[in-house]
Nanobody, 125 residues
């Protein structure tokens, strides 16, 4: 079964750091592409970071140099390390999984079929 459970969200001051975790079921972790998205109230959900087939990663321009996506295969867990947080990073963050295949962008909503429940990140000034 496809299961994604996020954790690690919270409230921090600007400049602080958080690490989000996404625990995935075996089927999801080993057979799907995985990524992090975020959505602020009243705004569209946007791709933040995604794992690529070659082991690299793709990041939104707004988080490059500050966020890092990683994984621990032994724990079936995806991570998002967020440093130098800004108030504009405030959003609900979601872990996503989608089938491998031809997609225009690994950060596109259309590449993903399954979603976690989300974890809230709030950055104050």
């Amino acid at each position: 079964q496809v299961q994604l459970v996020e954790s690690g969200g919270g409230s921090v001051q600007a400049g602080g750091s958080l690490r989000l975790s996404c625990a995935a079921s075996d089927d999801t972790y080993w057979n799907y592409r995985m990524a992090w998205f975020r959505q602020a109230p009243g705004k569209e959900r946007e791709g933040v970071a995604a794992l690529l087939t070659d082991g690299g990663a793709s990041y939104a321009d707004s988080v490059k140099g500050r966020f890092a996506i990683s994984q621990d295969n032994a724990k079936n867990t995806l991570y998002l390390q967020m440093n130098s947080l800004k108030p504009e990073d405030t959003a609900m963050y979601y872990c996503a999984a989608g089938p491998y295949g031809g997609v225009s962008s690994a950060l596109s909503l259309h590449a993903y079929n399954y979603w976690g429940q989300g974890t809230q990140v709030t950055v104050s000034s």
